[in-house]
């Protein structure tokens, strides 16, 4: 074999390598998952934060932090979400977080609709959502995600070290 087959066969392993290397941690080759009836305490993506069901059962925001494109807001019971700033859609949900406190990263009792809360592993994760998931990691942190190609939602299992959850992403794949 020439010394210019060996290169292009090398060549050829390496990509292929790195392909299946990085393939995890692609959005672009996970299968879809239906996250369709996802929601957080009752909330889900879309539900607008003027609504009079939403303002009676959360009231008022605690905190509110503005953007360009969109408006972040705190609830009671440990609520974060991300809505539309203006036009005919102001006010709908396009993101929905869970997290915990500085002195207590697990200490928010809401859940995903399947059941998983702060300080779950990712095995569970796994164990309720399946195996179509993607890797990544940000800001120090380790995730899984879920994608549902139909509705557009992505859903993040967020970690430190240990694999204990310690955020939850839910989100409209246009945000």
Not at 32 to 46: I, M, N, P, Q
Request: aromatic share 10%.
């Amino acid at each position: 074999m020439s010394k210019k087959w060996l290169i292009v066969l090398l060549i050829i392993i390496v990509a292929v390598g790195g392909f299946i290397y990085y393939l995890p941690y692609s959005k672009t080759f996970t299968r879809s998952t239906d996250l369709s009836h996802e929601a957080t305490d009752g909330v889900t993506l879309h539900d607008n934060i003027h609504s009079h069901s939403f303002v009676k059962r959360f009231g008022k925001p605690i905190e509110q932090i503005s953007n360009e494109n969109y408006d972040y807001f705190d609830w009671k019971n440990g609520l974060e979400t991300a809505s539309v700033t203006e036009g005919k859609h102001k006010g709908d949900i396009m993101r929905i977080i869970i997290t915990g406190s500085e002195g207590d990263p697990y200490g928010n009792a809401l859940q995903t609709k399947k059941g998983i809360k702060l300080g779950d592993t990712l095995q569970q994760v796994i164990q309720r959502y399946g195996d179509r998931y993607y890797k990544g990691k940000e800001s120090g942190l380790t995730s899984i995600g879920y994608i549902d190609r139909d509705s557009g939602r992505t859903i993040e299992f967020r970690c430190e070290e240990g694999e204990r959850i310690t955020e939850i992403r839910l989100d409209d794949e246009n945000l």
